[in-house]
């Protein structure tokens, strides 16, 4: 038997980091079934990570719905308000009327009644926020104004510009609440 033949098997463990750093191998210093409870373990948190990231997702998720919702709300509640203030504007209309059919009784106190009940009308409209507009002589402009009826250009006015208001329009903050409803001069 030659030299290379013989293997020798040395237990000694200060022998065999020795010999294992001689021969170019790393040392196992730790049981096989240690070795795979790590990579067991090497594998639960890779999944751990990945149902983390699953959840932070789904958290995010869920952010993103809850604001959409909120925003949704937003808009109904803000629909409803705007319905309520156009139902109030129609009494409103109402009051006005009101006076007109009394305007040559001003002295009396039925009529100067509802004149206060009209001015607390409007002071409580303006502290939601709506406010009147009085397109009389300004020029046509649909974002804000119907044509209800249009009448001949007389001399001073001119074409497309407002004559007359049929139903007066109101705002709330920048936004027409009930556009004003008017007549408006054209040339024939």
């Known amino acids: 038997m030659s030299e290379s033949e013989i293997k020798v098997n040395d237990r000694r463990w200060w022998a065999r980091a020795e010999s294992a750093s001689v021969e170019g191998e ?31 997702g789904a958290s995010d998720e869920f952010e993103q719905a809850r604001a959409r919702l909120r925003k949704e709300v937003q808009k109904d509640v803000e629909r409803s308000r705007r319905s309520v203030m156009t139902s109030f504007l129609e009494v409103l209309d109402n009051l006005d009327r009101a006076l007109d059919a009394g305007r040559d009784r001003q002295d009396d106190a039925f009529v100067q009644g509802v004149a206060l009940v009209r001015q607390q009308f409007l002071s409580t ?48 903050g920048d936004e027409v609440l009930r556009p004003a409803m008017v007549a408006v001069a054209r040339r024939g």
Do not use: M
Request: net charge negative; proline share 9%; charged share 25%.
């Open 125 to 172: 409209l303006e502290g939601l926020g709506v406010s009147r507009v009085d397109p009389t002589g300004q020029p046509f402009d649909p974002a804000i104004h119907e044509a209800v009826a249009t009448t001949p250009v007389a001399e001073g006015v001119a074409d497309g510009q407002i004559v007359g208001v049929v139903k007066p329009g109101y705002l709330i």
């Open 26 to 56: 790393e040392p196992k210093l730790k049981p096989t079934y240690v070795e795979e409870l790590e990579a067991k373990i090497a594998e639960k948190d890779l999944e751990i990570q990945q149902l983390l990231a699953k959840y932070r």
